[in-house]
């Protein structure tokens, strides 16, 4: 690359819309070097053909951190050895904040990197009446001041030539005098490592111990002029904080004119006076939720069909008109078998995933994270705690790493603790599978779907048990740490469609991909397995029913179907299912269902694709097409009874609901927390909260 560039902001400023208009598709996510955070990277082209590598750093309100990912951005910007140190600095500004943004721009310019401020969101500042002279702020400032709308695509080709161009480094450097708060300490650090620049030395003192490119022995002796000189941190960033406001003012002064302030945050503050309600907030918001479960069966149920439809035909035909043989059944009734069972939930989990975008992109999610705070106090909790237990929804995996934003160490691991009994899309298959077996589909006053109503309780039940949880976990687990919450809402804004359809693709593409991955491999395994039995069984089942089959008086296809049933119970996977069944027996299951519990240790969805294979091993019956017809028509063979009565049903979705079913999760939560005991508890009491809740369902609904 010509250029390294890094995008420094406040969240909320649009840094990320930024990075994806500046680089396109032209993206990878890693690591940091030696840390867990996400490092954001990609390509931009510029002007006069140089290219530049874009890095996007972590949202922070300043260089002082308060979480891992807010220590990366000093960690990067101080160290000129580490692999994202940038050659430039876009400073991504809101335009219509400028004087809170200006804090971090001060203290990065303190640095001496050449840099460019960004004035974004200047359409949104202008709609409020706020004017930026920026002609004379980039002339006080000393840096090109560039003003942008990533979200519309305005000035960005400007702002692309001024990276191309740029060499300056801010004429404002140690304009604010930080010297007084600590001469002794800092000129013995500046010469301890060899540095003349005052500001660069002052957070050296401030959080050496986060910065990894100091060894143990520089460590040591950074904490001893720390201590001989009695630096107190505290004190000193809030002088520096006041000290830095003070100047900013006199910048700022006759560079900003508002001409809007009384009616600047009027719609806003309507639209969060009723939103953000104590009790009108939670009706919108379970309103909201009612409408986007509702979607999801509405909308889906024809394109459902037509995936349907196109498996059956596939798989119909291929028996039609391939060789008979075990390739063929192997690719039918195990890869095409697990692949219908993939690819007739994308259309629910892409309207899913199309209202989560919709919820972040007009601000309306971060205003359910202010509202949850009051919930989220009164059993040990933050509202921090909802960002990871909302994206939950989506995966529990980068939602539990999400909770690194978390100070406090009870709260991030409750919050740890509690985000996987948040129902994710792994566990909409499932419950969108057994709604519509056991949930007859019908509309109340022609409006709401029964069907949408129990997937919206479901989900209901989930948060509500996380809840629980988490409030017997604030008495468990001991802590003296105090927790806070401070959060800015962000404007209202209309969804960027184009987003939502790209979140849309994605997320259905990284279904397929990679629950799809494991399902497939779970397929022909099982197909394998339900298609061979120990010794002689299977030939003895043929010659049991060898004269039958040849009687033309009798029904071959129901004798067929007989002889597959009775092959499938003694096969390896049979046997496996007859074994655990007493265990699971009490819960309304059979040895089936009980196959589908253990696939889905890999991954919940699995259980889809598990009934797929395992019921089109078994025949299914002469008019049975689809997954849900096949398991819809299932009988016990002991009791006579449908295997998925209301009860059965009920019991599984809350088994489902509340087991810690994937190893992904379990690895993460290992990871995150450095040892095994808490993955261990973890399992432990899920495993036991869901046979528990299960049990008594189906003892009390049977």
Not at 42 to 59: F, Q, R
Not at 349 to 363: H, K, M, Y
Not at 374 to 390: A, D, H, Q, R
Request: hydrophobic share 45%; proline share 3%; net charge neutral.
């Amino acid at each position: 690359m010509d250029i390294k560039v890094a995008l420094v902001g406040n969240p909320n400023t649009g840094k990320s819309t930024l990075f994806n208009r500046l680089t396109g598709l032209n993206q990878k996510i890693g690591n940091f070097p030696g840390i867990t955070v996400d490092k954001k990277t990609g390509v931009a082209k510029l002007s006069g053909d140089k290219e530049a590598e874009i890095i996007d750093l972590p949202g922070t309100y300043s260089l002082y951190p308060k979480s891992n990912d807010e220590s990366i951005v000093f960690q990067v910007l101080a160290d000129k050895g580490n692999s994202s140190h940038p050659d430039v600095i876009v400073l991504v500004t809101d335009a219509s904040n400028l004087k809170r943004n200006m804090l971090l721009y001060s203290q990065v310019a303190d640095l001496g990197i050449p840099m460019i401020l960004a004035l974004n969101m200047v359409d949104l500042s202008t709609k409020q009446g706020i004017e930026i002279n920026t002609d004379k702020l980039a002339g006080k400032l000393g840096v090109q001041v560039v003003n942008i709308s990533a979200r519309n695509n305005i000035g960005l080709d400007k702002l692309k030539e001024a990276i191309a161009n740029t060499t300056k480094i801010a004429t404002q450097i140690n304009e604010v005098d930080l010297h007084f708060l600590a001469p002794e300490a800092i000129n013995a650090i500046k010469e301890r490592i060899n540095t003349d620049n005052n500001y660069y030395a002052l957070q050296v003192l401030h959080q050496h111990e986060h910065l990894t490119f100091f060894d143990e022995k520089d460590q040591l002796e950074i904490e001893e002029i720390e201590q001989s000189h009695h630096f107190e941190s505290s004190k000193a960033q809030a002088a520096e904080t006041i000290a830095r406001y003070k100047h900013l003012g006199t910048i700022l002064s006759d560079v900003v004119i508002d001409k809007g302030t009384a009616k600047k945050f009027s719609f806003s503050d309507k639209l969060d006076a009723v939103l953000t309600h104590k009790v009108w907030g939670f009706a919108i918001f379970l309103l909201i939720l009612f409408i986007i479960f509702n979607a999801i069966f509405a909308w889906s149920s024809y394109p459902m069909a037509w995936i349907e439809t196109g498996f059956g035909w596939i798989t119909s035909s291929g028996h039609e008109y391939l060789p008979a043989g075990m390739l063929t059944d192997l690719l039918l009734d195990g890869v095409v078998a697990g692949l219908g069972g993939i690819f007739v939930f994308i259309p629910q989990i892409a309207i899913l995933f199309a209202f989560i975008s919709i919820l972040e992109d007009t601000g309306y999610m971060a205003r359910v994270t202010f509202m949850m705070d009051k919930i989220m106090s009164k059993v040990g909790l933050n509202g921090k705690s909802v960002v990871p237990m909302i994206g939950g929804l989506a995966c529990a995996v980068p939602s539990i790493m999400a909770a690194r934003n978390i100070e406090n160490w009870k709260d991030r691991m409750i919050t740890i603790m509690v985000t996987p009994l948040i129902s994710c899309s792994a566990r909409l298959p499932v419950y969108i599978l057994l709604i519509s077996i056991i949930i007859p589909s019908r509309n109340i006053m022609g409006i709401v779907n029964i069907q949408g109503l129990a997937l919206m309780v479901m989900y209901l039940v989930s948060f509500v048990a996380a809840v629980l949880v988490a409030w017997v976990m604030k008495v468990v687990i001991k802590s003296k740490e105090k927790s806070y919450f401070i959060m800015e809402l962000p404007v209202y804004r209309m969804p960027r469609w184009k987003n939502v359809f790209y979140t849309m693709y994605e997320k259905s593409k990284t279904f397929v991909f990679e629950a799809g991955k494991v399902i497939i491999a779970i397929s022909i395994i099982l197909w394998v397995m339900a298609s061979f039995g120990p010794g002689n069984r299977f030939e003895n089942i043929d010659k049991k029913y060898e004269s039958a089959l040849t009687d033309t008086t009798k029904n071959t296809d129901h004798i067929k179907t007989l002889v597959a049933t009775e092959k499938l119970e003694n096969s390896y996977v049979g046997i496996l299912g007859h074994f655990i069944e007493p265990a699971i027996r009490p819960l309304g299951y059979d040895w089936k269902i009980g196959i589908g519990l253990i696939t889905s240790f890999a991954a919940r969805e699995a259980f889809v694709g598990t009934m797929a294979t395992i019921y089109s091993v078994d025949g299914g019956g002469e008019d049975s097409t689809t997954i849900r017809e096949r398991m819809a028509a299932s009988v016990n063979s002991k009791t006579g009874l449908p295997v998925y009565s209301f009860a059965a049903g009920i019991s599984l979705m809350l088994f489902y609901a509340f087991a810690m079913q994937c190893m992904s999760t379990v690895a993460i939560v290992y990871r995150e927390t450095k040892g095994w005991k808490w993955p261990v508890i973890q399992l432990a009491y899920m495993t036991t909260m869901a046979y528990l809740a299960a049990l008594v369902a189906y003892q009390l609904l049977k």
